[in-house]
Every structure is written in structure tokens, then in C-alpha cells.
């Protein structure tokens, strides 16, 4: 597998979303880099390992999230973003029984959610919390504003979530 440094416009992309989701502070200073395969990983490590990386191992670092039109993160890239940034409106908490149904990969209806920013818009990307403030997965809204709590009505689609290891092995 091939690593390599961000060009100047992947950068950007990455830190725009390390900024959004509250953990541009976190990543300064640290190793970012991209694992080209059909796929471009984002990886991070530690900056001593630069000279390592040139070297083409198979892998090495931390895959934090995938970039395609923008950076979309990995459930370990969203539970280091949790632990290390700051929370922020694009965090959404649900309830224990939506955990649950999250796990299994099952979308989340309006009145599962806790606490939601009201000005998340429509089709945004975010990251689910549970009540201890665990990421449990990564989706899309489906609502925008207050309208994301709407009841009897799925708002926000799973697209990844911390239980699908567990599916795959079995």
C-alpha cells in the first residue's frame, strides 16, 4: 500500500473537517497521511514515523476517516474526535434504546434523540453520541433545524456504526 502526504488541497479538506468536528487543536502537530488504494484512508501517527512511512509498510497509524467529496470519518477517527475535541452542533445524544437500535445499524427516529443542535441542517454529516457521551456511529440528517426531533419519523440515517465488527464476524 502506498502512503503519502496530503497535496495542499486535501489538506485543507481534512482541516476544515478537523475543525468542524472540534479536534483541529488535537491533530496539530501530528502526522496525517493518505493510504492510496482504491479507496484514499486518512491516516495519523506520530511525525516521528515519516521516514518509516516512505518505506511502503502495510500499514501503519491510525485510519481517522476516508476522503471522497469531503472527509467523511471512521467509527475510530469519531471516537477519537469525541475524546480529544470539543462537542459541538454536529454531535447528536440519543437515548438508550436508539443505542441499541444503533448498534444494529437501524436509523434513529426523531424521538430517540436527546439533545441536537437546532441549527443542523438537512443531509448534514454527524456523529452519534450515547449518553455518556460515547461515539456509538456516524450519520446523515435527515431534517434540518428543530424538525430533526420530529416523532414517528426516522431523522437521521445510520451510515456507520460501532457494532458493525461485531455483525462481520459472526
Known amino acids: 500500500m502506498k502512503y503519502r502526504k496530503p497535496a495542499r488541497k486535501e489538506r485543507t479538506l481534512i482541516n476544515r473537517a478537523l475543525n468542524r468536528w472540534g479536534a483541529f487543536e488535537f491533530f496539530k502537530g501530528k ?26 509498510p502495510y500499514h501503519m497509524g491510525l485510519a481517522i476517516g476516508e476522503l471522497k467529496k469531503q472527509f467523511v470519518p471512521s467509527m475510530a477517527g469519531a471516537d477519537l474526535f469525541v475524546r480529544s475535541g470539543k462537542r459541538n452542533e454536529f ?25 441536537a443542535s437546532d441549527t443542523l441542517g438537512e443531509n448534514e454529516l454527524v456523529i452519534l ?5 460515547e461515539a456509538i456511529g456516524i450519520g446523515r440528517t435527515r431534517f434540518a433545524g428543530r424538525s430533526i426531533l420530529r416523532k414517528g419519523k426516522v431523522t437521521v440515517t445510520t451510515l456507520n456504526d460501532a457494532g458493525y465488527y461485531l455483525r462481520e464476524e459472526g
Open 31 to 56: 502526522l496525517l497521511m493518505i493510504q492510496e488504494n482504491a479507496r484514499k484512508i486518512v491516516c495519523v501517527m506520530p511525525a516521528e514515523l515519516e521516514v518509516i512511512a516512505r518505506m511502503q
Open 129 to 133: 453520541l450515547n449518553s455518556r457521551l
Open 91 to 115: 454531535y447528536i445524544i440519543v437515548n438508550e434504546n436508539a443505542e441499541k437500535l444503533v448498534l444494529y445499524g437501524r436509523d434513529i427516529m426523531g424521538e430517540s434523540i436527546v439533545e
